[in-house]
C-alpha cells in the first residue's frame, strides 16, 4: 500500500518542555520524521561567564528544576577538578545520598505520573486518582520520601541550598539519617516491590519495538555508575570524562533549538536503558531480581523499556541509600567546613549520570576564580538524533496502523526518553569568542 | 462550581512546576477543590477559559509574547510563579550581555536561526493579579495563595527584608560572619530558608520596595566585592530590575 501520513503534534503533552512530532510520508516513502524542539534557547553558557565559582552551581542549577541537583553536582565536581580543591569522603556519600534521591525522584515522577497513563489508556494521572487510588498514593509516598532525602540532606529538594564547592554549608544531624533510614526500610522497601508488582501488570502494554544503538553511560569497576566512573560505549572503549568532546561531537540541526550529536554511529542513547545496557552487573540483587520479574534482559534494544530500566533503578537507589546512610553513621558524622581554597586555577570538567543520561560540565576559570569559558553537555541533547532514528525506523513498520494509533506511538516513543527539553536547548560547544 | 485552573509554562526551568508536584501531602485535597484543566507537563486535556491561570517562567521570544495575551484574554485570575515570571529571574541575566555575543556563544555561526527576544518577567506583556515569588516557588506562599484564591480572599504579601524572617527564626547573621547575604533587601515569605541552613540568600524573591541598593552595595564591598562584583551578585536573579 502506498501510503499517505501528515502527523504533526504541537506542543507533545506530558514532557517536560516544548516539542513538536513530525512525520510526512508521501507514496509510502519516509519523508520526514523528527522531534522538533521549539522551546525558546535560554543561553546558559553564555550568563556563566564572569561568575564567581561560588556562583556557578547557583546558576547551572537552574538549567532544570527535574535534574537540578544533577546540574549542581557536576557543576560543584567541575569546579573543584578546575580549582584543585579536594573534599572529604563524607562529602561524597552525603553527594551520592542526594544523587540516588533524586534518581529516585525523577524516575517515579517519570514511570507513575507521565508513562504509566500511556499503558492504562488515560490522558493523565489525574483520572487515576478515582480508579487506582492505591497506586497513586504510593507514587506520592516515594516521591515524598525521594524528595525528604533531597530536604533533609540538601536543605531543598528543587535547586539545593547546602551543597556548595568544597562540601555542605550544612551537615544533617544523626536523628535526621536515622529517621530517614527508618522511613527507606520501612516504607521505600516496600512500596518498590509494589511498584515492581504494578509495572509487571502495566508491561503488555509497553510496544515490542527493537533499534539497536550505540549506548553511553558512565561506568565504574565497583559500583552502579551514578556519581562517576569514566564514559564508556557499548560500541567498546571507556574514555576519560575529559575526553567528553570526543564522544559528544555536537551539532546544530535546522528543527531544533538543541543541539544533536553522535559519536560512532548516527545517533547514540543515555539514560537508564544505557546505564542497564553497560552497568547492570553492577546492580544489588533485588533491583536484579525486579529486572527479571519485568522482563528487562541485558542488553535490550527496545527504547521503550527505558522506563523498566528506571524502575529498576529506583530499586537499587533505594536499597543503596540504606546501605550509604549506615555507611555514614558507622563514621560518624563530622561537623565539616567546605574547603574554598583554591591550588590552581584553569579547566575542569566533571560528569555525573542524572536520571536522564551522561552530562557533562567543563569550565575554565581566569586567576580571580572567575569562569571564562564553559559548556554543559545534557542528556535530552544527545538522545534527540536517536529518537529521530527511531521515528525513521518506527514509522514503516506501524503504518498500516491508524493515524491515531501511530500518533500515540509516536507519542509514547518520545515520553520513553523522559526528554527534558528546558534542560536541552543551551547547549554549546564554542567557547566564550573573547576568552 | 469549583474553579477552573490551568498551568502554563513559558521559559524557564519547569523547578516551579515540579515544586507544586512536590506537596505529595496535600496534592489530593487540593485537586479536590479545583477543576485541573489544562496542565501540558501532567495531561492531555486542553480547555478555552480559566479561572485561576498559573504561569511559571519568562517571556523570552515572540512566540511567548503572542502565548501570553492568548492566555490572559481567556484567564480571569492570573498569578506569576517562581523568580522566572515575577521578575525575570535568572533568565535576565542574559539581557546585560550584548545579545549578540550571547547567541554566538551559544549557537556559533548558526547564530541567526533562532529568534530571541531579551528575557522578560510576565507582568511586562500583560497584567498579572497576584504572583508567588522565589526560585524555586516557595512552597508554603503557593499554598496560602492556593487555599486563598479557593475560597475567594486576598491572599498575602511581602513586602519586608528576609533579614525579618531571620531573626523570628532565630538564624545567625551570616553577614557579621562575613558571608555575602543579600538578606538585608530582599522580599521574604520564604521564612529565610537559605539562611537557615547556613547558606548566605542570593535573592531570589526579588528585592523589596525602594531598596537601598546603594547601601547594599556598599555593605558587599565591606566583606570584599569590587563594586562590580555586588552589582553582579545582586543581579543574579534580578538582572530585570538591576540592569546596569
Ligand atoms: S523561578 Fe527558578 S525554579 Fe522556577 S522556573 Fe524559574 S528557574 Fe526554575
Ligand atoms: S533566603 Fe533568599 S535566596 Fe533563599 S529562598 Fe529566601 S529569598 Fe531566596
Known sequence: MKK???????????????????????????????????????????????????????????????????????????????????????????????????????????????????????????????????????????????????????????????????????????????????????????????????????????????????????????????????????????????????????????????????????????????????????????????????????????PYMNTVAQVVEVVHCMEDSVRIIDELLGCGL??????????????????????????????????????????????????????????????????DKTKPEITQHLEMLVRAYDPCISCSVHILDVDFKDA | MKPKVAFFDFTGCEGCQLNKLNFENELLDLLAHVDLVEFREAMDETSDEYDITFVEGSISSPSCVERIHDIRRRSKILVALGACAVNGGINAMKNIQPIEQVRETVYGQDKYRFATLPAMPISAIVAVDYEVRGCPMSQPDFLQLFKALVMGKTPPTYNYAVCVECKLEENECLLTKGQICLGPVTRAGCQAICPGVGQACIGCRGFVEGMNREAMVEILTEKGLSVDEAVKRLQLFNAYEVAV
Not at chain 1, 510526512?24 to 521549539?38: F, S, Y
Not at chain 1, 581566569?366 to 569562569?371: M, T, Y
Not at chain 1, 571564562?372 to 527511531?390: E, F, K, R, S
Request: hydrophobic fraction near 40%; proline fraction near 5%; include cysteine.
Open chain 1, 4 to 302: 499517505n501520513l501528515d502527523i504533526n503534534v504541537h506542543h507533545i503533552t506530558r514532557v517536560e518542555g516544548h516539542g513538536n512530532i513530525v512525520v510526512n510520508m508521501r507514496d509510502g516513502v519516509l519523508e520526514k520524521a523528527h522531534l522538533n524542539i521549539v522551546e525558546p534557547p535560554r543561553f546558559f553558557e553564555a550568563m556563566l561567564k564572569g561568575r564567581s565559582f561560588t556562583e556557578a552551581a547557583i546558576i547551572t542549577s537552574r538549567i532544570c528544576g527535574i535534574c537540578s541537583l544533577g546540574h549542581q553536582i557536576t557543576s560543584l565536581k567541575t569546579t573543584e577538578a578546575a580549582l584543585g580543591l579536594e573534599v572529604s569522603e563524607q562529602t561524597v556519600l552525603l553527594r551520592k545520598l542526594l544523587v540516588n534521591g533524586a534518581t529516585i525522584q525523577s524516575n517515579i515522577l517519570h514511570a507513575y505520573f507521565l508513562a504509566v497513563p500511556d499503558f492504562l489508556d488515560a490522558p493523565s494521572v489525574f483520572p487515576l486518582i478515582a480508579t487506582h487510588k492505591d497506586v497513586v498514593l504510593r507514587a506520592l509516598r516515594m516521591k515524598r520520601l525521594a524528595n525528604d532525602i533531597g530536604d533533609i540532606v540538601s536543605g531543598r529538594a528543587v535547586h539545593p541550598i547546602t551543597p556548595v564547592p568544597g562540601g555542605f554549608t550544612r551537615i544533617p544531624t544523626r536523628d535526621e539519617l536515622l529517621l530517614l533510614k527508618d522511613k527507606l526500610l520501612n516504607e521505600g522497601l516496600p512500596d518498590c516491590a509494589a511498584t515492581v508488582e504494578t509495572m509487571k501488570a502495566l508491561a503488555g502494554a509497553i510496544p515490542q519495538f527493537e533499534r539497536e544503538t550505540e549506548y553511553i553511560s558512565l561506568t565504574h569497576p565497583e559500583e552502579y555508575a551514578l556519581y562517576g566512573g569514566a564514559a564508556c560505549s557499548s560500541d567498546g572503549g571507556t574514555f576519560p570524562v575529559e575526553d567528553y568532546l570526543s564522544v559528544t561531537n555536537e551539532f546544530v540541526v535546522a528543527h531544533s533549538t538543541s543541539k544533536h550529536a553522535r559519536h560512532k554511529r548516527e545517533a547514540y542513547m543515555v539514560g537508564a536503558l544505557a546505564r542497564w545496557n553497560n552497568n547492570y552487573k553492577h546492580l544489588n540483587e533485588s533491583a536484579l531480581a525486579g529486572a527479571e520479574t519485568l522482563g528487562l534482559k541485558p542488553k535490550c534494544y527496545n
Open chain 1, 334 to 399: 563530622k561537623a565539616e567546613k567546605p574547603n574554598q581554597t583554591p591550588t590552581r586555577y584553569g579547566r575542569g570538567i566533571g560528569s555525573t549520570e542524572v536520571p536522564r543520561g551522561i552530562l557533562f560540565h567543563d569550565y575554565t576559570y581566569d586567576n580571580h576564580g572567575r569562569i571564562v569559558a564553559a559548556n554543559c553537555v545534557i542528556p535530552t541533547g544527545q538522545n534527540l538524533a536517536n529518537v529521530d532514528a527511531d521515528m525513521q525506523k518506527l514509522v514503516p513498520e506501524i503504518v
